[in-house]
T-cell receptor
Framework: QKEVEQDPGPLSVPEGAIVSLNCTYS??????FMWYRQYSRKGPELLMY????GNKEDGRFTAQVDKSSKYISLFIRDSQPSDSATYLC????????????FGQGTRLTINP | SQTIHQWPATLVQPVGSPLSLECTVE??????LYWYRQAAGRGLQLLFY??????ISSEVPQNLSASRPQDRQFILSSKKLLLSDSGFYLC??????????????FGDGTRLSIL
């Protein structure tokens, strides 16, 4: 079983829709999680960084962690065509240095 | 503010040739530095990380090596490239310290094609 699993999509939604992106993880020891957005031929860009359970909101983005079900989610409200990108979730493990283990990434397209 | 630079952006190399990819970070000192590889349609795989000059750790056995000759410079190398070394190579940095929980920030990568 992969440490972090993410549906690769592709996911296509109309502009203005609420988008839900999800990941599951296998090790309950994980405490920190990150969401990155990656445009084509670019490096990942940090969107959200969460610790422990609950919600964290930043503008149109909300990250949610449910430790009981080992489930992390990213919600995008009022989606825009500029949100079209690949979204990567990652869990953080501290072992000598910070190590990220990424999911496969979900490719999202917002249609005008 | 901190910035990270990677070069070249694109590279085409024949099998068996050497490789050197460079990454530099500006605006911070003693960062943690990382090399990742991203295969087509897949997530990022951590290759090397460094918490200080000449302190390099390898995550997976492979045909590649890394060096950190200066505090903010990280180099990925190979003596003889294999076809399987093709991919998108990304450098990242985070605020330093062995147990730093600060997020990682990525450069724009080098797309490496092996012919």
């Amino acid at each position: 079983q992969k440490e972090v699993e993410q549906d690769p999509g592709p996911l296509s939604v109309p502009e203005g829709a609420i988008v839900s992106l999800n990941c599951t993880y296998s090790n309950s020891a994980f405490q920190y999680f990150m969401w990155y957005r990656q445009y084509s031929r670019k490096g990942p860009e940090l969107l959200m960084y969460t610790y422990s359970s609950g919600n964290k909101e930043d503008g149109r983005f909300t990250a949610q962690v449910d430790k009981s079900s080992k489930y992390i989610s990213l919600f995008i409200r009022d989606s825009q065509p500029s949100d079209s990108a690949t979204y990567l979730c990652a869990r953080v493990r501290i072992q000598g240095a910070q190590k990220l283990v990424f999911g496969q990434g979900t490719r999202l397209t917002i249609n005008p | 503010s901190q910035t990270i630079h990677q070069w070249p952006a694109t590279l085409v190399q024949p099998v068996g040739s050497p490789l050197s990819l460079e990454c530099t970070v500006e605006g911070t000192s003693n960062p943690n530095l990382y090399w990742y590889r991203q295969a087509a349609g897949r997530g990022l795989q951590l290759l090397f990380y460094s918490i200080g000059i000449d302190q390099i750790s390898s995550e997976v056995p492979q045909n590649l090596s890394a060096s950190r000759p200066q505090d903010r410079q990280f180099i990925l190398s190979s003596k003889k490239l294999l076809l399987s070394d093709s991919g998108f190579y990304l450098c990242a940095w985070s605020a330093g310290g062995s147990y730093s929980t600060q997020p990682q920030h990525f450069g724009d990568g080098t797309r490496l094609s092996i012919l």
